[in-house]
């Protein structure tokens, strides 16, 4: 059977995470000359060193990897067109999957405690199964077909990996010949333009072919040349691919992809700063340090627990597949954060001592607090990886940190993220910058909704599964949580693979004070004729939810979705409404009138100021992962699921709804918030205007879509407030031009202030007895950044 991972999936999560092993001991070349301190060094870091093979999780993971690479030897069939009979050599991700089980093999030789160490019949095996595919597949004399990754990517660096495990194995004409086929389809010029396929991560992986090639050629230049071409992968952008200022990581310029190209990018990184440190060809670029700062202002916000947040992972959130064994690939948030893990650890080796002991303390809360899948259980991460993870977790002097409460907010890929004590809080949204969502080579074909504001969260020490067990496959498309959609029928793969479609609008992104947020979506339907606009305000310990002017002529429903919660296999969670527990029977469903709050047991409470109609249904859904994704297992699986939602009916004209998420709350809890008519006020919420105030936290916010007044409140043109009046006398006010067009804009706070405390050089204030009016220079080169005004109030 052929591997259900994707193509960049195993290389991460095997050859790639392999990298992230200990770095070779000093001494361990010493008559060596500098080529072969390097390939040594290179091949300690793909099978990893330091590690007690007896021990666990080593022996487990090494017996693992004996028995896999025997079933890969015993159904390895070389003939005209294939070496393995389910993977036809005319398909170029068959190449790439036959190296990889090469690859499997090797290490298995190489590795002690698999059962095969040093066999010689095993290889023979492999270097027959080298030749066949150099003369069948990969040589000189072959031109490119299919994906253009697997001949550029994938298969070199896999073909490299394995050449410098069996170095001393391969005869000088086979090692020639591995090198030959790279140096055709991983030329210098593949690095001559920092453009298509060259960029971001792509650009990472083309210069680690060409470092490890040079190290086992001995060639200089193609070493320099590795070196130099990262270069234009450090500095920040401002559009396209790569890291923003405000921490923000796009592939495909339109696309947020931190937890997936970006983990590629950082592991690859990592895997080259460590090989080539002390050396005469070391990374010295300045600008290397803005790679060292991402790790804390790009991976680490979207880090929860262990696992990588879907909200910045695109196609891979489509990647999974049940285990048939204990070294099938899951795949999830959960393994994507596991490789994240591993790679943070390395790249401390190239960071400051201070770095890197912080980030070992990152890295070790994390792995402590990863209940639902423990990393150093995870069987898909390489032995280096694991290597080096236990290594942070056995070490004494690291003392493992807390995840941190506050906002997020990444106008650079429309992302936000919301951590307040116990839980954590994911906002996907989309604009003419950035995509809905992203399908290709037949991956994540019913993501369609994904950027239509999906609201994710986990607890601290609950639901960390909800999106990981098989959530993808099963939910609802049409119904993700947060989003607000029409049910018109959409085609798989809907827009055109890798057509990245983007909404035409523009006003998308907030404002926040590092601890709350006004955050803001002009909704357009993919395919359809949706229009909404939607607001989310994070708060203390929830996030109100807006959504206004909801309009459509599609001819179908339109809905609102509170909640779409994944109960597992066989949950039965408890859901109160207004106090009358609700029926548990899969298949019941409700229109629940005047409703003001409603519980799910051990999840959380949801709250509809003023009362509402819910709709709420508890359902068994199966699917399968070849529904998402045409690599994936057709295996059934079966979820429940408890959702909530707002139905707006067929054409709704300027329909409008709101309510509370409080994550983790209890029914106590939830009813006494509804019940306290006080502590939230709806101050607007149409096609002008969304806003609320919460006194009791002294938050007035407003997301202004034109020109306008709300209470206290007046923006000259459409723009982002939140007000924030701390009880001491100060207040923050927090302004954004999430249209990035606005040049003079002024906000008027109704509020007598004494002063201006602090405020950028480019606004200007006048504080009268009775109001201050803020007027701001030129945002549209402010990427929609919160501007930040502090006041003494009068």
């Given at each position: 059977?052929?591997t259900p991972?994707?193509?960049?999936?195993?290389?991460?999560?095997?050859?790639?995470?392999?990298?992230l092993?200990?770095?070779?001991q000093?001494?361990?070349?010493?008559?060596?000359?500098?080529?072969?301190?390097?390939r040594?060094?290179?091949?300690?870091?793909v099978?990893g060193?330091?590690?007690?093979?007896?021990?666990?999780p080593?022996a487990e993971?090494?017996?693992?990897?004996?028995?896999q690479a025997?079933?890969?030897?015993?159904?390895?069939?070389p003939v005209?067109?294939?070496?393995w009979?389910?993977?036809?050599?005319t398909?170029?991700?068959?190449?790439?999957?036959?190296?990889?089980?090469?690859s499997?093999?090797?290490?298995a030789y190489?590795?002690?405690?698999?059962?095969?160490?040093?066999?010689?019949?095993?290889?023979?095996?492999?270097?027959?199964?080298?030749?066949?595919?150099?003369?069948?597949?990969?040589?000189?004399s072959?031109?490119?077909?299919?994906?253009?990754?697997d001949?550029?990517?994938?298969?070199?660096?896999?073909?490299?990996?394995?050449?410098t495990?069996?170095?001393?194995?391969?005869?000088?004409?086979?090692?020639?010949?591995?090198?030959?086929?790279?140096?055709?389809?991983?030329?210098?010029?593949?690095?001559?333009?920092?453009?298509?396929t060259?960029?971001?991560?792509?650009?990472?992986d083309l210069?680690?072919?060409?470092?490890?090639?040079?190290?086992?050629?001995?060639?200089?230049?193609?070493?320099?040349l590795?070196?130099d071409?990262?270069?234009?992968?450090f500095p920040?952008?401002?559009?396209?691919?790569?890291?923003?200022?405000?921490?923000?990581?796009?592939?495909?310029?339109?696309?947020?992809y931190?937890?997936?190209?970006g983990?590629?990018?950082?592991g690859?990184?990592?895997?080259?700063?460590?090989?080539?440190?002390g050396?005469?060809?070391?990374?010295?670029?300045?600008?290397?340090?803005?790679?060292?700062?991402?790790v804390?202002?790009?991976?680490?916000?979207?880090?929860?627990?262990?696992?990588?947040?879907?909200a910045?992972?695109g196609?891979s959130?489509?990647?999974?597949?049940?285990?048939?064994?204990?070294?099938?690939?899951?795949?999830?948030?959960?393994?994507?954060?596991?490789?994240?893990l591993?790679?943070?650890?390395?790249?401390g080796?190239?960071?400051s001592?201070?770095?890197?002991?912080?980030?070992r303390?990152?890295?070790?809360?994390?792995?402590?607090?990863d209940?639902y899948?423990?990393?150093?259980?995870?069987?898909?991460?390489?032995?280096?990886?694991?290597?080096?993870?236990?290594?942070?977790?056995?070490?004494g002097a690291v003392?493992?940190?807390a995840?941190p409460t506050?906002?997020?907010?990444?106008?650079g890929?429309?992302?936000?993220?919301?951590?307040r004590?116990?839980?954590?809080?994911?906002?996907?949204?989309?604009?003419?910058?950035?995509?809905?969502y992203?399908?290709?080579?037949?991956?994540?074909?019913?993501?369609?909704?994904a950027g239509?504001?999906?609201?994710?969260?986990?607890?601290?020490?609950?639901a960390?599964?909800?999106?990981?067990?098989?959530?993808?496959p099963?939910?609802?498309?049409?119904r993700?949580?947060?989003?607000?959609?029409?049910?018109?029928a959409?085609?798989?793969a809907?827009?055109?693979?890798?057509?990245?479609?983007?909404?035409?609008?523009?006003?998308?992104?907030?404002a926040?004070?590092?601890?709350?947020?006004?955050?803001?979506q002009?909704?357009?339907?993919?395919?359809?004729?949706?229009?909404?606009?939607k607001?989310w305000?994070c708060?203390?310990?929830?996030?109100?939810c807006?959504?206004?002017?909801?309009?459509?002529?599609?001819?179908?429903?339109?809905?609102?979705?509170?909640?779409?919660?994944?109960l597992?296999?066989?949950?039965?969670?408890?859901?109160?409404?207004?106090?009358a527990?609700?029926?548990?029977?899969?298949?019941?469903?409700?229109?629940?009138?005047?409703?003001t709050?409603?519980?799910?047991?051990?999840?959380?409470?949801?709250?509809?100021?003023?009362?509402?109609?819910?709709?709420?249904?508890?359902?068994?859904?199966t699917?399968?992962w070849?529904d998402?994704n045409?690599?994936?297992?057709?295996?059934?699986?079966?979820?429940?699921?408890l959702?909530?939602?707002?139905?707006?009916?067929?054409?709704p004209?300027?329909?409008?709804c709101?309510y509370v998420?409080?994550?983790?709350?209890t029914?106590?809890?939830?009813?006494?918030?509804a019940?306290?008519g006080?502590?939230?006020?709806?101050?607007?919420?149409d096609?002008a205007?969304?806003a609320?105030?919460?006194?009791?936290?002294?938050?007035?916010?407003?997301n202004?879509?034109?020109?306008?007044?709300?209470?206290?409140?007046?923006?000259?043109?459409?723009?982002c407030?939140?007000?924030?009046?701390?009880?001491?006398?100060?207040?923050?006010?927090?302004?954004?031009?999430?249209?990035r067009?606005?040049?003079?804009?002024?906000?008027?706070?109704?509020?007598?202030?004494?002063?201006?405390?602090?405020?950028?050089?480019?606004v200007?204030?006048?504080?009268?007895?009775?109001?201050?009016?803020?007027?701001?220079g030129?945002l549209?080169?402010?990427?929609?950044?919160?501007?930040?005004i502090?006041?003494?109030?009068?």
């Open positions: 059977m052929s991972w994707s193509r960049r999936s195993f290389l991460l999560r095997s050859t790639g995470a392999a990298l092993g200990t770095t070779a000093a001494g361990t070349a010493c008559a060596a000359d500098a080529y072969d301190t390097l040594l060094r290179w091949r300690d870091m099978l060193t330091g590690f007690d093979p007896a021990g666990a080593f993971k090494l017996a693992l990897l004996g028995t025997t079933g890969f030897r015993s159904t390895m069939a005209s067109g294939s070496l009979p389910d993977l036809p050599l398909a170029s991700s068959s190449i790439t999957t036959s190296y990889y089980r090469l499997t093999m090797a290490q190489a590795q002690p405690g698999t059962g095969l160490t040093g066999a010689t019949a095993l290889l023979t095996d492999i270097k027959a199964g080298l030749d066949h595919l150099h003369a069948q597949a990969y040589n000189p072959k031109s490119p077909f299919g994906n253009w990754w001949f550029q990517i994938g298969s070199p660096q896999t073909l490299l990996d394995i050449s495990i069996l170095y001393d194995q391969l005869s000088a004409t086979q090692l020639a010949n591995h090198l030959a086929a790279v140096d055709r389809f991983v030329p210098d010029s593949t690095v001559a333009q920092y453009t298509g060259s960029t971001g991560a792509n650009r990472v210069c680690r072919s060409l470092a490890v090639r040079g190290v086992l050629g001995r060639n200089a230049a193609k070493i320099a590795a070196r071409a990262l270069s234009p992968v920040l952008v401002t559009s396209g691919d790569g890291f923003y200022a405000d921490g923000s990581f796009v592939q495909h310029t339109h696309l947020s931190t937890g997936s190209y983990a590629v990018l950082l690859g990184l990592a895997g080259l700063f460590s090989l080539l440190s050396s005469a060809w070391a990374v010295t670029d300045p600008d290397r340090q803005l790679v060292l700062d991402a804390e202002k790009s991976f680490a916000p979207f880090l929860y627990n262990g696992l990588m947040m879907d910045v992972s196609r959130t489509s990647r999974g597949n049940p285990r048939t064994n204990t070294y099938g690939f899951q795949g999830g948030d959960h393994g994507r954060g596991h490789g994240v591993a790679s943070i650890a390395l790249l080796t190239a960071a001592a201070a770095e890197n002991q912080r980030w303390g990152l890295v070790k809360g994390w792995t402590q607090r209940y899948s423990p990393v150093l259980t995870d069987t898909d991460l390489s032995v280096a990886a694991l290597a080096r993870i236990k290594a942070v977790q056995d070490d003392t493992a940190i995840e506050g906002h997020g907010l990444f106008p890929m429309d992302r936000a993220v919301h951590r004590p116990g839980w954590a809080a994911s906002i996907s949204m989309a604009s003419k910058r950035m995509g809905l992203e399908t290709g080579n037949g991956e994540n074909l019913r993501g369609w909704h239509a504001g999906m609201l994710q969260w986990w607890g601290n020490t609950y960390n599964g909800q999106y990981t067990d098989a959530f993808w099963t939910v609802d498309p049409y993700l949580p947060g989003t607000t959609v029409s049910k018109k959409l085609a798989d809907e827009g055109g693979a890798w057509g990245l479609p983007r909404p035409d609008v523009n006003w998308v992104g907030g926040t004070d590092g601890e709350y947020a006004a955050l803001g002009f909704i357009r339907g993919l395919s359809s004729t949706l229009y909404a606009k607001s305000f708060l203390a310990d929830s996030v109100v807006l959504a206004g002017s909801v309009r459509s002529t599609d001819g179908t429903a339109v809905e609102t979705v509170v909640e779409n919660r994944n597992g296999a066989a949950g039965s969670h408890a859901l109160t409404v207004n106090g527990a609700q029926p548990t029977a899969l298949g019941w469903s409700a229109t629940l009138t005047g409703t709050w409603a519980q799910i047991a051990g999840h959380g409470g949801y709250v509809f100021p003023g009362g509402a109609t819910v709709r709420a249904l508890r359902e068994a859904r699917g399968s070849r998402i045409t690599g994936g297992a057709t295996d059934p699986v079966t979820r429940r699921y959702t909530l939602w707002f139905d707006h009916g067929v054409d004209v300027d329909a409008a709101s998420l409080m994550p983790g709350a029914a106590a809890a939830t009813a006494a918030r019940a306290d006080g502590w939230l006020t709806l101050l607007a919420n096609n205007r969304q609320i105030a919460v006194p009791s936290l002294g938050v007035t916010a407003v202004f879509w034109f020109a306008g007044t709300v209470g206290t409140l007046t923006a000259s043109a459409p723009a407030v939140l007000v924030r009046e701390h009880g001491d006398g100060t207040a923050t006010l927090c302004v954004s031009d999430p249209m067009m606005q040049n003079g804009l002024t906000v008027t706070w109704n509020r007598p202030v004494a002063s201006v405390v602090s405020k950028p050089a480019t200007t204030s006048a504080a009268t007895g009775s109001a201050l009016t803020l007027t701001f030129d549209t080169g402010k990427a929609g950044a919160t501007q930040k502090r006041v003494a109030l009068g």
